[in-house]
């Protein structure tokens, strides 16, 4: 047994608890109570004294490539060892719960599945690691460019397999490759690459496997087409319009839209390149249309993704939360929401995951401060981070 004292709770990502301050009672990775900080503890328990610091419930990271370690992984991962691209996926893997990220999402593996590997080791509790939710390679049209990530597939006939094959293979859910990207040359910044039976035929197997179906798309047209297709969570949505965001309110769609700042911001670090330059001029249109459907969409979730290889996630993890704050102007309250609760609804784990709650997983991070005050607090390393009971650090 383990219990957390001195602990400040967020009311909003706090359940069952009407107090600003207390302990946690933690048994069996679970969380068995909360408790007023008159409280008498259990006398027999491990005790972590957490000093007044902020007690909030571990980050949940929806867009993450475990194999990834640099830019050119992309192109070329499945040319590298499976021992070494599975390492790294380790190495990313511990990187991420440092951080503070309890669960997250690999939308897009290798064909060798190293996040699967992962997932089951840390499963097992052979390794130490973020609980996982795998999609395995992305299933894509049979003429874009990404050869390492795809699974190829054409016509309904041929998504339906590509998905059946997937789920067969241990995906907890599937990736789709719907548009191309935004620097790609062609007339529409990431134009459409599925056409609609193809991304239809996708959700449906998805849905009879319990599951859904999650889609990288930038382009206003890909992003339409894939909505009305049954998709859950489109990936990026740069440049989603305001007739799609009414048909997902007007229809009462559980769509949701995972946003990706650090990808975006990776390349607009680089001002002086060709494609630094064409993000730069990509980015008013990009952030208006996020803004929209922010500001205007309340009902529409939105979700929390990074999207960054671990030789850059390293060497600043905490950023998507500063680049919320000042490209979109989110509130602190909702920027919190997204990286925890919000995703952990996403995902459909809010039964066990994304807030503190008596019942739910003991997974949290404790931070100095006061996030819903400042976010800058969380703009580093938290000072705890605790995945189902086990202090990581
Ligand atoms: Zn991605």
Redesign the pocket.
Known sequence: MLVLKNCRFVPFLTEDAAFEAGSVVVEDGVIREILPETAQLPADAEVLDLEGRTLLPGIVDL?T?LFYEKMEDIYTGNAAPQPTVTLNAYRYAQELLNAGCTTVRD??DLHCRSALYIKKMVNEGKIRGPRITTSGPIISSNWTNLDSLDIYACGSDGFRDAVRKNFANGSDFIKLYGSGSLLMASNEPGYPLLESDEVEAAVLVARRNSSYVSV?AHGATAIDMCVKAGVHTI?HASMITEDTLKYIDDNGLDTALVY?LY?IDEILEMPDTYNGKRMHALIGHITESLCNAYNNHKNILIGWGT?VGLNLYRTDPMREFRLRKELLQMTNEDILKQATVDSAKIIRQDDMIGTVKAGKYADFIAVDGDPVKDLSVMYHLPAHVIKGGEVIR
Do not use: C
Request: proline share 0%.
């Open positions: 867009h490539h939308v897009g990288h990936e990706t990808a999207d």
